[in-house]
């Protein structure tokens, strides 16, 4: 048994945690906003930093997943995946106005996931999930420029670096780079089982993803198919970034409530983020299920839902510390942060 002694110290830790936290989030909070979908309650919410005031419900129409940002981060697009539907509709959302400005459906595409802008913001890609593709469609009207194969497998996320998109196949359980142009062949390559969170780094040469079945984060040279980095012992690696200046690679681990950063060049782990213990020490005794999260264009916060108590975590990566948590909906899943904020 502890003594009394132990039992303050322990008190006093957690006390100090939250204290410098609440310090440094009232200190150095980004301004911008924070979009997120929520799947179990159809809506996106805008939420205002660094204030953490909702300031815009956007009602989606059937499981909103993911959110892309356009380069001028004036415009995000949540990509509708489907309950019983089909799920091929895209909602536009203008930042500052907080207003949903226009809807187009993707014909004859199903179960559309992961979104991103390419440069110049005309056209989208996207993974169709059901045609086991990676589509380019225009951003005016929906209309499919190209549909790119991925080798098979239900594409589900996808990571731009470079001149070439990556997705991760889940049934596949392997790792596509992809030629947006279409002009270069797509290749394939082996990454372990239920591959579904991707990242590329900034120069498009290597692809990460994570086997959830293994626990397994690897990355892949994009040029020569050669694994450079196995990383074990994750719980379920989930989602996958790569830092700004391309020196980490960011992981969503759901079982442990871990954000993992790896040390991309030496390929072994570097630390950890404890969200589930910040849940904790705030009062939120259920684990929060960490699962997808954003980075801010300089690498320095991340933005992580934890779905299971309907929060948005702020965790200040130098420092790898959650300083707050953010109100979100019912079931926070796909997430975007962009350093525009609304009208006053």
């Known amino acids: 048994m502890k003594s009394h002694a132990a039992h303050g110290r322990v008190v006093t830790a957690v006390v100090l945690l939250v204290a410098s936290a609440v310090q440094l989030a009232a200190q150095e909070l980004p301004s911008g906003t924070v979009i997120v979908s929520n799947m179990d309650g159809s809506d996106a919410w805008l939420v205002d930093l660094p204030s953490g005031d909702r300031r815009s419900v956007v009602p989606a129409r059937s499981a909103p997943h993911e959110v892309a940002v356009t380069s001028d981060d004036a415009t995000v697009v949540v990509t509708n995946y489907g309950g019983p539907g089909v799920g091929n509709l895209l909602q536009f959302i203008d930042v500052r106005s907080g207003e949903l400005t226009r809807e187009i459906t993707v014909e004859g595409r199903e179960r559309l996931h992961g979104a991103a802008f390419l440069p110049g913001d005309s056209l989208l890609v996207l993974t169709s999930e059901r045609t086991e593709e990676v589509i380019v469609v225009s951003a005016a009207d929906g209309a499919v420029r190209r549909a790119l194969s991925t080798g098979g497998g239900a594409p589900h996320m996808l990571a731009l670096g470079g001149d070439w998109v990556w997705a991760a196949n889940i049934t596949g359980g392997s790792v596509a780079r992809i030629d947006p142009r279409g002009e270069a062949e797509t290749v394939t390559w082996s990454a372990g089982t239920r591959t579904e969170g991707v990242a590329a780094t900034p120069d498009g040469r290597e692809g990460w993803t994570g086997s959830m079945d293994t626990g397994t984060v690897v990355g892949v040279d994009g040029e020569t198919g050669r694994v450079v980095a196995r990383i074990e012992g994750l719980g379920v690696p989930y989602r996958l970034a790569v830092t700004p200046d391309g020196s980490t690679v960011v992981v969503s681990d759901p079982e442990r409530d871990h954000l993992v950063l790896i040390d991309r060049r030496a390929g072994a782990v570097a630390g950890t983020v404890d969200i ?33 108590i309907d929060r948005v975590a702020v965790v200040h990566l130098p420092t790898r510390r959650v300083v707050r948590f953010l109100e979100a909906g019912d079931g926070p899943d796909g997430i975007a942060f962009t350093p525009v904020r609304g009208h006053p």
Do not use: C, I, N, Y
Request: charged share 10%; no cysteine; glycine share 12%.
């Open 276 to 308: 589930g213990a910040a849940a904790r020490a705030l009062g939120h005794p259920t684990p929060p299920s960490a699962q997808g999260f954003t980075l801010s264009p300089d690498g320095v916060w991340a933005f992580v839902s934890t779905k299971a």
